[in-house]
């Protein structure tokens, strides 16, 4: 016999208790990512130019117009608002202005 989908969209009586023991486990999760992006709980406030910086630096290998091309986007970041912009409060949204 198969389940009664009532029963199967039924949810636990402890399911407010759960999502309370969730938020915690989520937050952490969340900062350990961005300690492994290495970004750190203080570097939020890094703004969009320093962590484009930060990048660049890891990834130097490169060739002479790929260096150029990151020069000019680094002074368009530069002459816009974005760029100044803390990453802990930018939206993808923000990105498409």
Same mark, same amino acid.
């Given at each position: 016999?198969?389940? $009664?989908? %009532?029963? /199967?969209? /039924?949810?636990?009586?402890?399911?407010? $208790? @759960?999502? !309370?023991? #969730?938020?915690?486990?989520?937050?952490e999760q969340?900062?350990?990512?961005?300690?492994?992006?290495? @970004?750190?709980?203080? &570097?939020? !406030?890094?703004?969009?130019?320093? #962590?484009?910086?930060? &990048? $660049? !630096?890891? &990834?130097? $290998?490169? %060739?002479?117009?790929?260096t150029k091309? %990151? =020069? &000019?986007?680094?002074?368009?970041? =530069? /002459?816009?608002?974005?760029?100044?912009?803390? @990453?802990?409060?930018?939206?993808?949204?923000? /990105?498409?202005?």
């Amino acid at each position: 016999m198969g389940k $009664n989908p %009532r029963l /199967a969209q /039924a949810k636990p009586k402890n399911d407010k $208790n @759960i999502s !309370r023991l #969730l938020n915690p486990l989520k937050k952490e999760q969340e900062i350990q990512k961005d300690l492994d992006d290495g @970004i750190g709980t203080i &570097r939020k !406030r890094m703004t969009v130019c320093e #962590l484009y910086t930060k &990048r $660049n !630096r890891h &990834r130097g $290998n490169v %060739r002479h117009n790929t260096t150029k091309g %990151r =020069e &000019r986007l680094m002074e368009l970041l =530069e /002459a816009d608002k974005l760029g100044f912009c803390p @990453i802990g409060s930018m939206k993808l949204f923000d /990105a498409k202005e």
